[in-house]
């Protein structure tokens, strides 16, 4: 039977914390949505800034070459708007001096806070010597990473895993390090770079990470879907933040979601077939407005298709939804799944709990 679906939800609230603040600025919650390439764009990111609770969105991974090359591609990801904020972009690197102008290009547009990647576990980013690679190389990361902070005034993340492998678990050693050279706060991914997105979240090891750094928040991070998840994830670890992808792709109000239940102690469910529909059309919407209809009707393909799983849309719908090729064809698959609504629950009760799968098996070969 479907819930009904202005029932509020409850949970126990959580004692009250001091605000957090990235060096001087302020976070609006400590919630924050971690980068997922390819999804956690401008028209998503307007998207959950609308729902609320958003402490801070980070752009996927740029490359800070690209950057400085000023390639389209890499200045389309950094596109940003008045509401989209505050923001920041996370780089990627293989060349200090790179890294270092990068930031300094990203200050001048206005960024608010660079996000450093040492966490991507993909060959094509590890091989050149970026992401979870540099968890295996202390002096030359620690040089980087000392050099961004020192050519810019903005505040300097940096979002890790736990280590390379399971013998070489580097996070609390890096963390205590970048405390020292200025950077403002470390996000943890609760995994190895060898474990990809198996096996589960190693709480303790984000808790070392804790017990570390002196004063800087630590972001604990992996697979937070609930309120439930995050208050273990932050009981457990101690960490003062935390960041949400996946869940936030399934759920895009867990955010509101977070800050209901933290002012007091109940929150609203996610939204039905019906509010995501109207979401999904609205970020459609705004893909239109940055890259016209042709490329956002192509670029909107990938959304589409976890939307509309989420919503539990029949396969044969979903497939016509992916060959729709003009503004007609669009609206018209539309059309036919709202009529239809979804294969289990109905169009205005709660859908049932989805998660978004990640790439499997061994990392090399994603
Ligand atoms: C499709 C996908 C793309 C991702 N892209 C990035 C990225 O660009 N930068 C990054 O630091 N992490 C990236 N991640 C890792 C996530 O930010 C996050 O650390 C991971 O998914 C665990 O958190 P979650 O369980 O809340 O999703 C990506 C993960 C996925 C599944």
Redesign the pocket.
């Given at each position: 039977m479907a819930t009904d679906i202005t029932t509020k939800r409850t949970y126990p609230k959580p004692e009250a914390k001091a605000p957090i603040y990235y060096g001087p600025l302020k976070l609006e919650s400590r919630y924050l949505l971690?980068?997922?390439?390819?999804?956690t764009n401008l028209s998503f990111r307007r998207i959950v800034r609308q729902f609320g609770g958003v402490g801070l969105a980070t752009t996927?991974?740029v490359n800070s070459r690209g950057l400085l090359a000023g390639s389209h591609r890499t200045m389309k990801l950094i596109e940003t708007c008045p509401e989209d904020s505050p923001f920041a972009v996370?780089i990627f690197g293989n060349d200090t001096v790179m890294m270092r102008d990068a930031a300094q290009l990203l200050e001048a547009r206005g960024v608010h806070s660079i996000d450093i990647?040492m966490?991507?576990p993909v060959d094509r980013i590890t091989n050149n010597g970026g992401g979870a690679s540099m968890m295996c190389r202390r002096d030359w990361t620690l040089d980087m990473v000392q050099g961004v902070v020192e050519a810019v005034s903005i505040p300097i993340t940096v979002?890790m895993r736990l280590g390379w492998d399971s013998t070489q678990i580097t996070a609390p050693l890096f963390a205590r390090e970048f405390e020292k050279i200025g950077v403002v706060a470390v996000a943890i991914?609760g995994r190895t770079r060898e474990q990809g997105f198996t096996g589960n979240v190693d709480h303790d090891g984000i808790r070392q990470v804790v017990e570390a750094v002196d004063e800087i928040p630590v972001v604990g991070?992996?697979?937070?879907k609930t309120v439930a998840d995050a208050d273990y994830m932050m009981k457990v670890t101690g960490c003062q933040v935390i960041s949400?992808?996946?869940?936030a792709l399934a759920n895009p109000w867990i955010f509101r979601q977070l800050v209901q239940w933290e002012e007091t102690g109940e929150y609203d469910p996610p939204g039905n077939f019906v509010e995501r529909l109207e979401l999904l059309r609205r970020q459609f919407g705004y893909m239109e407005e940055q890259h016209g209809t042709k490329n956002a009707i192509i670029t909107f393909r990938k959304m589409g298709h976890w939307y509309l799983k989420s919503m539990r849309v029949r396969a044969a719908l979903r497939h016509q939804f992916q060959l729709a090729r003009t503004i007609d064809e669009f609206e018209a698959a539309l059309a036919e799944i709202a009529e239809e609504g979804p294969t289990r629950g109905t169009k205005t009760g709660e859908l049932p709990e989805w998660h978004i799968p990640?790439p499997s098996g061994p990392v090399e070969r994603w």
């Amino acid at each position: 039977m479907a819930t009904d679906i202005t029932t509020k939800r409850t949970y126990p609230k959580p004692e009250a914390k001091a605000p957090i603040y990235y060096g001087p600025l302020k976070l609006e919650s400590r919630y924050l949505l971690s980068p997922l390439a390819g999804f956690t764009n401008l028209s998503f990111r307007r998207i959950v800034r609308q729902f609320g609770g958003v402490g801070l969105a980070t752009t996927d991974l740029v490359n800070s070459r690209g950057l400085l090359a000023g390639s389209h591609r890499t200045m389309k990801l950094i596109e940003t708007c008045p509401e989209d904020s505050p923001f920041a972009v996370q780089i990627f690197g293989n060349d200090t001096v790179m890294m270092r102008d990068a930031a300094q290009l990203l200050e001048a547009r206005g960024v608010h806070s660079i996000d450093i990647n040492m966490g991507c576990p993909v060959d094509r980013i590890t091989n050149n010597g970026g992401g979870a690679s540099m968890m295996c190389r202390r002096d030359w990361t620690l040089d980087m990473v000392q050099g961004v902070v020192e050519a810019v005034s903005i505040p300097i993340t940096v979002k890790m895993r736990l280590g390379w492998d399971s013998t070489q678990i580097t996070a609390p050693l890096f963390a205590r390090e970048f405390e020292k050279i200025g950077v403002v706060a470390v996000a943890i991914h609760g995994r190895t770079r060898e474990q990809g997105f198996t096996g589960n979240v190693d709480h303790d090891g984000i808790r070392q990470v804790v017990e570390a750094v002196d004063e800087i928040p630590v972001v604990g991070n992996g697979d937070i879907k609930t309120v439930a998840d995050a208050d273990y994830m932050m009981k457990v670890t101690g960490c003062q933040v935390i960041s949400i992808g996946r869940g936030a792709l399934a759920n895009p109000w867990i955010f509101r979601q977070l800050v209901q239940w933290e002012e007091t102690g109940e929150y609203d469910p996610p939204g039905n077939f019906v509010e995501r529909l109207e979401l999904l059309r609205r970020q459609f919407g705004y893909m239109e407005e940055q890259h016209g209809t042709k490329n956002a009707i192509i670029t909107f393909r990938k959304m589409g298709h976890w939307y509309l799983k989420s919503m539990r849309v029949r396969a044969a719908l979903r497939h016509q939804f992916q060959l729709a090729r003009t503004i007609d064809e669009f609206e018209a698959a539309l059309a036919e799944i709202a009529e239809e609504g979804p294969t289990r629950g109905t169009k205005t009760g709660e859908l049932p709990e989805w998660h978004i799968p990640v790439p499997s098996g061994p990392v090399e070969r994603w």
